[in-house]
Every structure is written in C-alpha cells, then in structure tokens.
C-alpha cells in the first residue's frame, strides 16, 4: 500500500512516495505551491496509486498551529473531498533543517522533508 508525503510550504510543496509495501519513504519532487497545486497532487496520487497521504502538522514551538497550519488543513479537506483517501498528520517541526544537514541546501530539500515526515509517520506507526 503506497503512501504519499506532502510538506507543504507556501511557495513550494515537497513530495515523497513510499515503496509499494508502504515501508520506507523516498523524495520524489518539488512542485510549486499554485493555482494547481491540488490538481497536480491528484494527478500524482492517480498515478502512484496512492492509498494514504501524510501531510506535515505545521505547529510552532509551543505546539500550537502556526500560520501555515490553516492553509494545511484547508488542502486536506480539498483532497478528503475530491478524492476520499485517509490523510493524516505528521508533526514536521525541523524537518527541512533535518533535510539539510544530511544533504547539504539544494533544490530539493523540500522532497526530502516530505520523505523524513512519512518516514516518521511510518516508524511511529510500525508497532
């Protein structure tokens, strides 16, 4: 069962997919935030058969929801509705900077925050 990252961000959106067992995450894209940000992850999801979303939990540091949050939340709904999947939410705070000190900053760092919030996701739920 194939399973979808999203680290959204308000000029770009990190994607990862996991393997089709559902096991372990890989980056797979940066795609810009826009107009067709939801059409584009549905055309993803289609094509990966993605049977579960996971999206970053953006909160600050007191675990409260920063101002990223109302626009995640406002994507999940879109996505609930127009393709009925589960989604659910993954605490992402430091996930880029995560991202950055195992690669180094390049134009991707977005996918690879997308792939180490699934992966969490993935851990925190294996038992």
């Known amino acids: 069962m194939r399973k979808m990252g999203i680290d959204y961000g308000t000029k770009n959106v ?3 997919f996991t393997d089709e067992g559902g096991v372990m995450a890989f980056p797979h894209s940066v ?3 826009n107009t067709k940000l939801q059409e584009t992850l549905e055309q993803l999801i289609a094509e990966k058969q993605v049977a579960e979303i996971v999206m970053g939990h953006s909160l600050d ?6 101002a990223i949050h109302a ?5 999940m709904m879109d996505l609930t509705l127009s393709i009925g999947i589960p989604i659910h939410l993954q605490p992402e705070q430091y ?3 995560e991202a950055k000190r195992i690669q180094g900053k390049n134009d991707q760092i977005d996918a690879s925050a997308a792939a180490i919030i699934l992966n969490s996701y993935i851990e925190r739920n294996a038992n």
């Open 95 to 97: 996930t880029s900077q």
């Open 71 to 75: 626009a995640v939340e406002s994507l």
């Open 31 to 33: 795609i810009p935030n």
């Open 61 to 66: 540091r007191d675990g409260k929801p920063n």
């Open 14 to 16: 990190g994607i990862a």
